[in-house]
């Protein structure tokens, strides 16, 4: 069958022709070809075990927010169902939701039920950090029981946030009693963080002793809050009291410092982690958060020195939020791993057809794995670049690439691809 006639019955058959029976192909070259595609099975399998892990912490984090809002509305009905449902999945968060949940059951008038979820907590997670704030509230609860019950203090909090301003503008040094009270007491969420947005405005000694015992071990909650409040102020002093978090705490609190570097836009220290962690996946925070910040030079000697290829991976994932094209282009060129290869490939693809585009016909055109360029012809695709697609088509002689880049035009909506799709009809 000839290559026109391959191209000929692509076209009017939809494009899904199957390859022509009878090829040979050498065996040792077949043995290689099916343990490569073996290979590329396992990395994708392992990615989807990753991704699959990953969604299932997004998903908790998510439901935990989500049931954060519902509390700080007063909407207690709903954040005690939200919270019930991150408890059961049993996550890295389950205590917190249960703290909360028991907090919600106090505000329904639901006391014994609030009692039951604080011995729960107690009975299923004894070391945790929401412990301290659970006794505090247990204190509360047994205090109510028999008495009239107060459902809504929303009212009290929004006059305690006026006067934690006003103490904020005119007598910050008065005000740290108070948010002292406010942190280690039952108040809202709401309350609670504000207090810590004030704290972290202060340059004291005692806010800042205080700030920092939130910030190492606090409740886990007020403790993230408190790392991205040190982050949005980012002094030179509290960039320092992040470093001193981080290098006392464990891989989540770790992330969180890391995303505090970025917003305090302290590259230096985002740098050193992504140099020095043994942790390979902290590493590949810090990278993602060098990508953010533009930091392509460290991008690129981290790239040179970075031996595992997840973290490698991460980098080429960094460079393209970045915006690097041409180191893109010269590691989609010059890398030798063909799986990190065919990344860099795809991240130009994503990126604006005038910036790579003629790169990429380069890489196609060039003495390229087929699966290299399988991976330009998908780049092409995503960026709509027909153009540039029509010229490989034209001057393609394999029968299957060929087809493959018909394919792909078929079913763009562009002049360039129309046009060719009638010139190869009227062949």
């Known amino acids: 069958m000839t290559v026109s006639r391959i191209v000929r019955v692509a076209v009017l058959?939809?494009?899904?022709?199957?390859?022509?029976?009878?090829?040979?192909?050498?065996?040792?070259?077949?043995?290689?070809?099916?343990?490569?595609?073996?290979?590329?099975?396992d990395r994708e399998r392992a990615d989807r075990d990753r991704e699959?892990?990953?969604?299932?912490?997004?998903?908790?984090?998510?439901?935990?927010?989500?049931?954060?809002?519902?509390?700080?509305?007063?909407?207690?009905?709903?954040?005690?169902?939200?919270?019930?449902?991150?408890?059961?999945?049993?996550?890295?968060?389950?205590?917190?939701?249960?703290?909360?949940?028991?907090?919600?059951?106090?505000?329904?008038?639901?006391?014994?039920?609030?009692?039951?979820?604080?011995?729960?907590?107690?009975?299923?997670?004894?070391k945790s950090r929401w412990i301290g704030?659970?006794?505090?509230?247990?204190?509360?609860?047994?205090?109510?029981?028999?008495?009239p019950v107060v459902v809504d203090a929303s009212g009290d909090d929004e006059i305690k946030l006026l006067a934690l301003n006003a103490l904020q503008n005119s007598a910050p040094e008065q005000a740290?009693?108070?948010?002292?009270?406010?942190?280690?007491?039952?108040?809202?969420?709401?309350?609670?963080?504000?207090?810590?947005?004030?704290?972290?405005?202060?340059?004291?000694?005692?806010?800042?002793?205080?700030?920092?015992?939130?910030?190492?071990?606090?409740n886990p909650d007020l403790q993230r809050k408190a790392i991205d409040y040190l982050g949005v102020h980012g002094s030179s002093e509290n960039r320092a009291l992040l470093a001193e978090v981080y290098g006392a705490a464990d891989d989540d609190v770790k992330r969180r410092v890391l995303r505090a570097y970025m917003v305090a836009g302290d590259r230096a220290?985002?740098?050193?982690?992504?140099?020095?962690?043994?942790?390979?996946?902290?590493?590949s925070e810090a990278v993602r958060q060098l990508g953010v910040m533009g930091a392509h030079d460290e991008l690129w000697q981290l790239y040179g020195k970075e031996r595992d290829a997840e973290?490698?991976?991460?980098?080429?994932?960094?460079?393209?939020?970045?915006?690097d094209a041409p180191r893109l282009i010269q590691l989609a060129k010059t890398e030798t791993d063909p799986a990190l290869r065919r990344t860099a490939v795809r991240n130009l693809g994503l990126m604006r057809a005038s910036a790579t585009g003629s790169a990429l016909v380069e890489i196609y055109t060039s003495n390229a794995p087929s699966e290299v360029?399988?991976?330009?012809?998908?780049?092409?695709?995503?960026?709509?670049?027909?153009?540039?697609?029509?010229?490989?088509?034209?001057?393609?002689?394999?029968?299957?690439?060929?087809?493959?880049?018909?394919q792909k035009l078929s079913v763009m909506k562009s002049?360039?691809?129309?046009?060719?799709?009638?010139?190869?009809?009227?062949?």
């Not at 899904?16 to 590329?40: C, K, L, V, Y």
């Not at 740290?176 to 947005?197: C, D, I």
């Not at 220290?269 to 590493?283: C, M, W």
Request: aromatic letters at 6%; proline letters at 2%.
């Open 176 to 218: 740290l009693p108070l948010l002292r009270q406010v942190l280690q007491g039952t108040q809202s969420l709401k309350l609670k963080e504000r207090a810590l947005f004030v704290l972290a405005q202060s340059d004291s000694p005692e806010a800042r002793r205080l700030m920092s015992e939130i910030a190492r071990q606090g």
């Open 311 to 323: 973290v490698k991976r991460d980098i080429l994932q960094a460079m393209f939020v970045g915006g």
């Open 13 to 41: 058959a939809a494009l899904m022709a199957t390859p022509a029976s009878g090829q040979a192909f050498d065996a040792s070259a077949g043995e290689q070809a099916r343990a490569q595609a073996a290979a590329e099975r």
């Open 415 to 427: 002049k360039a691809a129309v046009d060719y799709m009638l010139e190869l009809l009227g062949k």
């Open 52 to 126: 699959r892990s990953a969604r299932e912490v997004d998903r908790e984090r998510r439901d935990y927010e989500r049931a954060l809002d519902a509390l700080e509305d007063a909407e207690w009905t709903q954040a005690l169902a939200r919270f019930q449902a991150v408890a059961e999945q049993a996550g890295a968060r389950a205590d917190g939701a249960i703290y909360w949940k028991a907090y919600a059951l106090d505000r329904l008038g639901r006391q014994a039920d609030a009692l039951t979820a604080i011995a729960d907590l107690a009975r299923r997670f004894p």
């Open 373 to 406: 360029k399988a991976a330009v012809v998908q780049g092409l695709f995503v960026q709509n670049n027909a153009e540039a697609l029509v010229g490989l088509a034209r001057k393609e002689t394999d029968p299957a690439r060929k087809k493959d880049l018909v």
């Open 269 to 283: 220290r985002v740098l050193a982690a992504a140099t020095g962690e043994s942790n390979a996946a902290l590493r």
């Open 133 to 147: 704030d659970a006794r505090a509230l247990e204190v509360q609860v047994r205090a109510r029981v028999g008495q």
